[in-house]
């Protein structure tokens, strides 16, 4: 062995952040609850801790105590992986175990450790450690990574995932170690004496098994020797003298070592595959007799699953552990595919093969299960001296029956271990020379060079053991072992090093096998005895394999000489060799206690290690993250280097490494006399005075020769070809490439020395002017050069240049892979990429085709690794925008790439990347990422994903001002939040929205307009005047209903203030004196409780204002509780309104029950119908007993009976059908139908109001069964649709069933209806919950029962208002052939009542009129039902003509109460069917007739004609224009119940209907407002949509267009919904089932629509460049306008730079104009016009982006023509725009539009750089080009050939080189 010995400099590296150590679990177990089992005792100071456990290198012990204490305590770190972010924060995570309990903390630096997780186990933990677990995804060959925690116990492992889950997987056998792999767990199991017994004849047991899962079976590893007599014989592991000491994920490997040869080997761990499986399975050919293979592998398989008992701790096999018993269930067989590799787990109710497996609480007892399949003739026998018990065969029976009895399938083995490398056994070898290594790891150097070392700790030596990765990845290469003493050493991760502890005790940092420098700790001091002087300081190669690292390691020498030293209180140590022998001395001697010294070292994580001291102590200390020394020292000076003299220490530095002499070298030389950042000007001083071109020719002086044996000699080319990668990747950044300029200088030195001429013509072509100041060349020995120097085969003569393959890719010619240096030539490798995805166009190019286009330079890193990241984009292709651009921009995102990064690429490079952009802006996908639509500029998309929603604020700029009106004024009306800026889009043209304001307000006075007669007293005016009041007081009482759906969900409130609730005012002005006008004067009678209903009301509306995103919880509802009683109903109806918009569910049980305690009535009701709206649909147990409570129907006969007050029980009803509708509840159900026929009684109970109870029982079972038509499960025996018709035309009363008959066996004592239904109660509810079961179906034989009668004695006897009933009923069940014409409202007439009658017959005709008006009523009313929302023209033309036509009936007929009632009734319904068809649109014909009915307050307009007027205006804004109406099945039974067509009479009628359910049309409201924001200003703008419906039956597909803010149609009616151009950026959301772009799934996208709708609506929106909006150029003239100016004829040169603003409001754009398009001093008028026409290109063609880039062009053309370009750089951009433009061109003229360079400016520029050039080969001009940078060129035709050769197209790659 050849030994290298150097001198120890003085140099040292202080260690930082020295803190002692103590594992935080420790005092965790001392506080644990379980800590009394444990007996830890106090830890003395002093000489407990020895050194670390050997095999697995993190097991901390005790000392001084027996064996078996020691290994009650140990632990392990690593690098914090999991909770937390690792470029946010480094961690560390702590495993300590102790006893039976294993804590698993984390902390760092900056924060304390915390216990992450704890376990705690039945019997002592005997090993615990971190192992990842892959489970299989379904139907893919990808596996999910399960990080878990395994601990050892002697009978089983516990496994803990951190997801929660827990396994406990029985152990078959005693286990000596266990590993974690890259696959799962390893278990060696434990030699015991009765092995031999146990082994079947001629092999034996396996030692080493695998666990993938804890659910799968434990099966033996097979393994593959290498060698040439053993073949590839692949053969179970059981070669019991085979010990593991270390395994590794990646790379995937074992480490093991033979106990009786002393050597270590290396196995790579693997899948076995399907024929090594077969291999080990199959049955050797061998004579009649007993199969060797086959009776090991049945005895294998019978040995570990026939222990199936868990054996008790007294040793009975009888019993189990419960525990282990209902693990045993839990596991999964498996099935193992044809597929090596491959598995899958099905859960399996009985127990599998290997979940048989369990452990005896004492080690090595186990018993067999005595099965019908596999009796053994086994006897247990008694225990050994030893204490093991042996399965072992008995007396009388023979092998064959012993073992070959069972016939059972053989454990499949999961895992290969193929053999990679072993020690080599050299001459002399003796078994003493070697022995187990106590440590192993793998580190790496700054190289990238990965070592595997093993530390032999007997021979305190650390053996190195270099492997690299082959060509397959799957495969290692070990070419060379390098011997360092040490006694210990650790791994350094972060900074690629290890920390090695020498024998004499010093800490010392290598890099690799190279040594680096000294560590010093502060506090400790090296021995200082004498016996330290004289210790080796060796790195001895063993194998004589060649390799960079050996040659670097024999100049280890050199490189300490060039470190500079640093103060240390440590001196270096120096002094010839001593045999290893001594070292053994030095370890026993017995060091003074004073001086503690460093013991051992463990636990590294990152840059950070453990030392353990003599003294007990344990010390944590960070190593400094460092390259060099030097470097460190000089760099770490006070002051600090400035950037300049950074680049000159560092070539320094870098070129004396390589073997230079830089103080020979003029340009080094001087390079500290340059100014900072200007390396450059060092070439021109260092320049003789006569000249380069005579020095160049003149042989090199030998002053100028290299230093062959300098460490990085050997390595120079490499060095040069990495560098010059580098300096190709500096070029593709505009930031950096003034840094290329100084590593050319360092290059064309490297390249000269080198030989390397075409290397040299690059670097002259790239910079002359620099260039041509270089002339001195240094020798290289060749002689050494062959031994020494390496030259790679990567290194080509040919030099790789990106602009040049870049140039190749765009003229379509043939190009080799573009070398790459992973994780530095990041750009390179993603521009190259790019160009062979977009130009190329080769789809693969990101996957299967990486190697076509890049060669990696360095091994081990995937070439492939963009795969799994895009593979995802050939799956969702682009609709009409390019593959390859769609393609394009998603890689350059996924790979980090944004904007900002891409006005760092030079513009000609950029050029396509912008076109790609160009082209995907137009028509992007609606699947991409937020980064994908940044770099493609549409930031619309990007907030649109990410939910921003429209800021809540006062309105900025309205059209036409509101009225002037105070503050306070608008505050107390309570619709002050419904003007924003999104209404003044809406309606900008008037002020309708104020006008509904005033309509709508009830807090002011009402002013009371009387005139005083002469004959009028003073007392009867005033009473007059309060008459009136009371009149007016009826519709100001009827407001708040249709307030509430004006401001529906506008407001959301502050938690810390209550909810403003707008007074109900109802006083009086009388003009002219403003005089105050009261009911409570005395004078006239007003009705008791006249505002129990309207404060109601009034509370609803002011409830409604909250939005549903709102935050409201309990506490805030219970502090709105109001303190007066007066304010109680108020409050009852604000909780009806949490109800409606879903907060209700937040109010606490408590709090629900403290409400109903109190017995108030309107609180009842608004909390029964809040919680059942809040809860609609769900069946919810918990509101269900609620409502119960209140319906004695519900209740069982014998509970208590309860005084429920009418109105609270119907609620209670409805909250029945809202809980439970569309669910067909089948006992409901019942009970709702036998409850429409309620009879009057018992006594004096159910006897008034009992229309509103039957009509409310009929509309919840209708929502009940909403919808089911014939489909009622389980419902055929109760005949609802006959017991329903039954009720609606009367007939015989059936018998009460079950409970109601004993509860109406007693009659009533005020009412007498006999046996037959009483049809005027039952009829309405029944007539629409026939309806509402029915409802879409066009079910005609039900329908046909609601005909109106064909005869006039049948009319007779039908009430008028149950006509309109059973027409609504009739035409939506027959959904689909309601038609928005007259024709079909006449239709429901029937003949009788059409045409003329005969005058003799007796007919009145007043009866005939008045069944035609209510039949039209209900006909119109379904009409409003059916076009509910959609604005549909026809039906409102259609509506409007008959309300038109009623109005004039109603103003010539006479004065007739009844009449003017019916109608007022009709007309009524007509208004509101209109308002359902308009809803949301705020028409204006609709809002004058609200208007004029609300100023019709005479005697005959009651308190229900105004609630129904006033809520046809709230459903006409409702929302405040942002929501509309819905039709599907729950809207229409909502709105059933909330129009129901019999409107009160006065403020206190219920009798008909209870008041309270008008307020449920709010569930019918959907928000379908789209409202365009400007994504730039964050402002409401005007934007065109498109909007296309699908083909129904009715129409074919149609396309509308609609100017957003705009109602959307009800989106299962669309298929796409596009803003359409020209001004806005075109964006497409498309609903249809055949275009699937959001993730496959048009549902998802109905969700995307819905949940914008929701969130406000908004919809970001992108002005183009060049566009005004539409608010600023309504009708598109100024653009129109501009455009024309922009053409090319005579329009630039007549342009005004101020015309800019008129058409493009872009900031750059507009200041670009400001400074460079305005005639000013200095400015040429030609370069004025170049200017304006740049800009105008930018602008009309929509890219303003391309402006620096036409700038750039234009520079780089003037340069030329001035002749002072320094450098080649802007021509090679030239160069790649003019070939993209030709490879356009020659598509055709129709490609022309694909370039974003499409006018007549780049032609322009190329034939001016032509002329030039032109020019200067012709000799014509005179080379105005600066002497000094060019003085070294002979001619100046020769830079002009030059010059051309890179601008042109048609460039000779292999020029011969130019004269230097």
């Keep these: 062995m050849s030994e290298v010995v150097y001198e120890e400099t003085a140099t040292m590296i202080a260690a930082g952040e020295l803190q002692s150590f103590v594992p935080f679990g420790r005092e965790h177990c001392r506080n644990h609850p379980n800590a009394f089992n444990l007996q830890l005792r106090e830890l003395q100071p002093a000489s407990e801790l020895w050194a670390s456990d050997g095999a697995a290198g993190l097991v901390g012990s005790l000392q001084e105590v027996s064996l078996q204490e020691r290994e009650r305590e140990f632990w392990q770190l690593r690098k914090g992986c999991k909770g937390v972010k690792e470029e946010n924060v480094e961690f560390e995570e702590e495993l300590y175990a102790a006893g039976n309990v294993v804590v698993w903390s984390q902390g760092s630096r900056a924060q304390a450790s915390s216990v992450y997780k704890a376990f705690t186990v039945d019997s002592p933990v005997q090993q615990a450690l971190w192992c990842n677990f892959g489970v299989p995804h379904n139907k893919k060959d990808e596996e999910e990574v399960e990080h878990t925690v395994c601990i050892v116990q002697s009978s089983c492992v516990n496994v803990h995932t951190v997801t929660g889950k827990d396994f406990i997987s029985p152990l078959p056998f005693q286990v000596s170690n266990v590993w974690a792999t890259k696959f799962g ?40 020797p290498a060698g040439q007599f053993e073949g590839s014989r692949v053969q179970y592991v059981s070669d019991s003298t085979m010990k593991l000491v270390f395994t590794c994920c990646q790379p995937s490997i074992v480490v093991s070592y033979d106990t009786v040869q002393g050597i270590h080997s290396v196995w790579a761990l693997r899948k076995v595959t399907h024929d090594e499986r077969s291999t080990v399975l199959r049955c050797p050919a061998e004579p009649v007799g007993t199969p060797l293979s086959l009776m090991a592998s049945g005895f294998l398989t019978s040995h570990l699953r026939n222990i199936s008992r868990l054996d008790s701790p007294g040793g009975s096999g009888a019993t189990g552990s419960p525990l282990h018993y209902s693990a045993l269930h839990s596991h999964q067989s498996r099935i193992v595919t044809s597929s090596p590799g491959i598995h899958s787990r099905v859960h399996s109710p009985s127990i599998s093969n290997m979940a048989a497996l369990s452990r005896a609480h004492s080690p090595g007892m186990a018993a067999p299960s005595f099965s019908g399949v596999a009796r053994f003739n086994t006897s247990l026998h008694s225990p050994s001296p030893r204490g093991h018990h042996g399965l ?39 078994r003493e020379m070697s022995s187990q290594a106590s440590k192993v790891f793998l580190t790496s150097d700054l190289c990238e060079n990965h070592y595997l070392c093993f530390l032999v700790e007997s021979h305190q030596q650390l053996r190195c053991v270099k492997f690299i990765e082959s060509n397959d990845t799957s495969q290692l290469i070990f070419p060379s072992v390098t011997i360092i003493p040490a006694k210990d050493a650790e791994p350094l991760q972060n900074i690629d090093a290890m920390l090695v502890l020498e024998a004499c005790g010093s800490l010392v940092l290598y890099t690799g096998i190279t040594r680096v420098s000294k560590v010093f700790v502060p506090g400790l001091l090296s021995p200082s005895f004498s016996l330290t002087n004289h210790l080796p300081h060796r790195s001895t190669p063993v194998e004589t394999v060649s390799t960079p690292a050996n040659a670097g ?6 490189l300490d000489e060039v470190l500079d030293a640093m103060p240390s209180p440590v001196t270096g140590l120096r002094g010839p060799n001593i045999k290893h022998h001594e070292a053994s001395f030095l370890e026993d001697y017995a060091f003074p206690q004073a001086t503690p010294y460093i013991h051992a070292l463990r636990d590294p994580v990152c840059n950070r290690v453990t030392l353990e001291l003599s003294s007990g102590m344990m010390l944590r200390i960070s190593v400094p993250e460092i390259v060099l020394v030097k470097w460190y020292n000089i760099y770490n000076a006070p002051g600090g280097p400035s950037a300049h003299a950074e680049w000159s220490l560092f070539v320094t530095c870098f070129m004396t490494l390589m073997g230079y002499n830089t103080e020979r070298l003029t340009w080094t030389r001087n390079l500290h006399f340059e100014v900072p950042l200007s390396p450059v000007i060092a070439a021109k001083k260092a320049r003789p005075s006569d000249g380069g071109s005579d020095e160049a020719s003149s042989p090199p002086s030998p002053s100028l020769k290299l230093d062959s044996s300098a460490p990085l000699f050997p390595h120079i080319p490499a060095l040069f070809y990495v560098l010059h990668l580098l300096y190709q990747e500096l070029q593709l950044d505009e930031l950096q490439r003034a840094r290329a300029s100084s590593l050319v200088c360092l290059l ?11 290397y040299v013509d690059l670097y002259w072509r790239d910079y002359p002017s620099i260039i041509s100041g270089f002339t001195e060349s240094c020798f290289i020995d060749q002689g ?6 390496q030259r790679p085969s990567f290194l080509r003569s040919e030099p790789p240049c990106v602009f040049s393959w870049l140039s190749r890719c765009l003229r379509g010619e043939e190009n080799p892979p573009f070398p790459y240096l992973p994780g530095i030539c990041q750009r390179t490798r993603l521009l190259v990429l790019s160009y062979a995805l977009y130009v190329i166009g080769d789809e693969n190019a990101t996957s299967t085709d990486v190697s076509k286009y890049l060669a990696k330079l360095s091994a081990g890193l995937l070439v492939t690794s963009l795969k799994h990241n895009f593979s995802f984009l050939l799956l969702h292709p682009a609709r009409c925008v390019s593959l390859w651009a769609c393609m394009f921009v998603s890689i350059f995102t996924g790979l980090g790439f944004t904007l900002k990064d891409l006005e760092s690429v030079p513009f000609g490079v950029a050029l396509p990347i912008r076109e790609a952009i160009y082209r995907c802006r137009e028509q992007p996908c609606s699947d991409w990422s937020e980064e994908v639509c940044l770099l493609i500029g549409r930031q619309d998309l990007t907030k649109q994903a990410h939910k921003m929603t429209l800021a809540k604020s006062k309105p900025v700029s309205l059209s036409l001002e509101p009225p002037a009106t105070t503050e306070a004024d608008e505050e107390e009306d309570g619709m002050s939040d419904i003007i924003q800026e999104v209404t003044g889009l809406i309606w900008s043209q008037d002020l309708r929205v104020q006008e509904v304001r005033r309509l709508l307000q009830s807090s002011r006075p009402v002013r009371v307009s009387v005139v005083q007669l002469p004959e009028v007293s003073d007392h009867e005016y005033i009473e007059e005047k309060e008459n009136k009041l009371l009149q007016l007081c009826q519709r100001t009482m009827a407001l708040p209903v249709g307030r509430g759906l004006f401001t529906l969900f506008s407001y959301h409130p502050v938690p810390t203030e209550p909810l403003p609730v707008p007074k109900l005012n109802l006083t009086g002005r009388a003009p002219p004196r403003n005089t105050v006008v009261d009911l409570n004067s ?37 502090y709105n509780k109001p303190k007066s009683p007066e304010l109680a109903n108020e409050y009852a109806g604000f909780l009806m309104a949490l109800g409606l918009n879903g907060h209700l569910t937040k109010l606490a049980t408590l709090n629900i029950h403290d409400y109903l305690t109190k017995g108030h009535e309107m609180t009842s009701i608004g909390l029964l119908l809040g919680v059942s709206s809040a809860k609609l649909g769900t069946m919810d147990m918990s509101i269900t007993r609620l409502l119960s409570i209140h319906i004695p129907a519900l209740l069982p006969p014998t509970s208590t009976e309860l005084d429920v007050p009418h109105n609270v029980q119907v609620a209670a009803v409805i909250g029945i059908g809202l809980v439970y509708q569309g669910t067909g509840h089948r006992h409901n159900a019942e009970v709702l139908l036998s409850e429409i026929g309620r009879p009057p009684g018992p006594e004096m109970e159910y006897c008034t109001d009992r229309e509103s109870y039957s009509l409310a029982a009929g509309l919840a079972l209708g929502m009940v069964c909403l919808g089911h038509g014939s489909n009622l499960i389980g419902m055929t025996d109760l005949n609802v649709p006959e017991q329903l018709y039954q009720y609606m035309v009367g007939g015989h009363r059936r018998a009460q069933a079950g409970a109601n008959r004993e509860r109406h066996k007693s009659p009533s004592y005020q009412i007498k209806e006999g046996d037959t239904i009483n049809v005027d109660v039952t009829c309405p509810g029944a007539t629409l919950a026939l309806a509402m079961i029915y409802l879409k179906t066009n079910n005609r034989s039900i329908a046909d029962w609601l005909k109106p009668p064909d005869t006039l004695f049948l009319l007779d006897f039908i009430k008028p208002e149950f006509l309109l009933l059973r027409t609504l009923a009739r035409c939506i069940i027959m959904w689909d052939e309601i038609l928005p014409n007259t024709n079909w409202v006449k239709s429901n007439i029937p003949q009788i009542m059409r045409g003329t009658f005969d005058p003799s017959e007796d007919i009145n005709m007043e009866t005939m009129a008045q069944a035609q008006d209510y039949i039209t009523a209900g006909a119109c009313l379904a009409l409003g039902l059916r076009f509910a929302g959609s604005a549909n023209s026809d039906a409102f033309d259609c509506l409007f003509n008959l309300a038109r036509t009623q109005m004039t009936i109603i103003s010539v007929a006479g004065t007739a109460a009844h009449t003017f009632y019916n109608l007022q009734t009709c007309l009524s319904m007509i208004l509101l069917a209109m308002s359902m068809v308009m809803s949301g649109t705020g028409n204006l014909k609709v809002l004058q007739i609200c208007r004029f009915f609300h100023k019709r307050t005479g005697g005959e307009m009651n308190y229900g004609f105004h609630m129904a007027h006033h809520m046809a205006l709230g459903l006409l804004f409702l929302g405040g224009g942002r929501y509309t109406l819905s039709t599907s099945n729950s809207a229409i039974a909502a709105l059933l119940c909330a129009l129901y067509p019999h409107f009160p009479a006065h403020s206190t009628d219920n009798r008909y209907h209870l008041q309270a359910l008008r307020h449920l049309a709010v569930l019918a409201a959907e928000p379908r407002l789209l409202v365009p924001v400007d994504v730039d200003s964050l402002k409401p ?42 001004r806005y950026w075109e964006l497409s959301v498309d609903l249809s089932k055949e275009t699937q772009h959001l993730k496959g799934s048009s549902d998802l996208i109905l969700f995307f629509l819905r949940s914008i709708l929701l969130r406000d609506g908004v919809l970001y929106v992108k002005l183009r460049a060049g566009q005004l909006p539409y608010k600023d150029d309504p009708q598109g003239w100024k653009s129109l306008l501009a455009t024309t100016v922009s053409h090319r004829n005579s329009g630039v040169r007549a342009f005004k730079p101020e015309a800019i603003s008129t058409f493009t409001s872009e900031p750059a754009l507009v200041s670009f104009a400001e400074v460079f398009c305005k005639t000013s001093e200095g400015m040429k008028h030609d370069t004025l016009v170049l200017f304006s026409a740049m800009l105008y290109e930018c602008v009309t063609q929509e890219c303003p982006e391309m402006l620096p880039t036409y700038i750039a ?53 190329k034939n001016e750089v032509d002329g030039t050039l032109d020019s200067w080969l012709k000799g014509e001009e005179r080379l105005c080009i600066h002497v000094q940078p060019f003085s070294s060129i002979t001619h100046k035709s020769e830079f002009a050939c030059l010059i051309r050769q890179i601008s042109r197209i048609a460039y000779l790659p292999h020029l011969p080189p130019l004269a230097y």
């Design 1082 to 1118: 005395g004078n006239i009678d007003v009705p008791p409780n006249m505002t129990s209903w309207p404060s109601f009301h009034n509370g609803v509306a002011a409830g409604l204002k909250i939005a549903p995103a709102s935050q409201v919880d309990s506490a805030w509802i219970a």
């Design 1581 to 1622: 703008c005007y934007a065109l949509l498109e909007v296309t419906y699908k083909e129904t039956k009715w129409y074919d597909e149609t396309t509308v267009e609609l100017m957003a803010p705009t109602l959307l149609p009800e989106l299962h009616l669309l298929k796409r919904v596009k803003v359409k151009g020209p």
């Design 748 to 758: 064309q030195q490297l390249a000269r020395d080198l030989q390397l001429e075409e």
């Design 392 to 430: 072992l065969a008995s007396p009388n029976s023979t092998v064959n029956e012993t073992v070959l009895v069972p016939e059972m399938e053989p454990i499949i083995p999961d895992l290969c271990m193929e053999q990679l490398w072993s020690e080599a056994v050299t001459a002399g070898f003796h």
């Design 185 to 224: 767990l390893l278990m060696e199991r434990k030699n015991t004496a009765n092995d031999a017994q146990l082994s079947p004849p001629g092999e034996p047991l396996p030692t080493v098994f695998s666990m993938l899962h804890p659910l799968d079976e434990i099966a033996p590893v097979v393994c593959k």
């Design 1753 to 1805: 062009i234009e520079q780089a053309v003037s340069a030329l023509h001035r002749g002072d370009l320094l450098q080649t750089f802007p021509l090679w951009q030239l160069r790649l725009v003019v070939e993209l433009w030709d490879s356009r061109m020659q598509r055709g003229p129709n490609n022309r539009r694909d370039t974003l360079l499409t006018s007549e400016f780049l032609p322009v520029m």
């Design 553 to 558: 390691s024999r100049h280890l020498q050199r």
């Design 784 to 789: 050494k050069t062959c031994f020494n120097m």
